[in-house]
């Protein structure tokens, strides 16, 4: 089984930024769903991993759709396989970009940048963080950390 992610908009000024996946089984594409179907934020930058077999989705939320308010942007996750949507409380804010992956023994791994400055979302200014996830069923808990080098030296993308 395979999935695929996509962006779904009405258009940029209407702020439906939604997504959608298929999953591709015996030969064909299955229909589109969308990810959230309850959501009314604005849902970007997917990222999707398998654990344990299942795909695992992780995306930047912008709960008041205002885009150019970096606060609002939190990492959300959802299996897609019907499971519910979270938007861990143990995972920072101001939120730039996320990605996943799942390590060799089965653990959720999120690698994701934060916006220092909440008006300069766009800066070379953006550190890194790590998280390690611990799952049970379609619930994981997450230990976030900033990443540094080995002289304590915080790292940053440009």
Avoid at 22 to 45: E, R
Avoid at 54 to 71: C, G, K, Y
Avoid at 88 to 93: E, F, K, S, V
Avoid at 101 to 106: C, F, K, L, S
């Amino acid at each position: 089984m395979g999935a695929s992610l996509h962006v779904r908009t009405t258009g940029p000024n209407a702020r439906q930024i939604r997504l959608v996946y298929a999953t591709y089984q015996a030969g064909s594409w299955t229909q589109p769903q969308l990810v959230d179907p309850a959501s009314t934020s604005v849902d970007i930058l997917p990222s999707v991993a398998y654990l344990n077999g299942a795909p695992l989705v992780a995306w930047v939320r912008d709960s008041d759709t205002d885009l150019n308010d970096v606060t609002s942007r939190r990492i959300a996750l959802a299996f897609l396989d019907g499971g519910p949507v979270s938007v861990p409380g143990d995972l920072p804010g101001s939120i730039a970009e996320v990605a996943l992956a799942v390590d060799g023994n089965g653990i959720p791994l999120l690698a994701f940048t934060r916006a220092q400055d909440s008006t300069l979302l766009m800066s070379n200014q953006r550190p890194l963080w790590f998280a390690k996830g611990t799952c049970a069923g379609t619930s994981c808990t997450w230990a976030p950390q900033q990443v540094s080098d080995p002289y304590g030296c915080l790292l940053y993308t440009s």
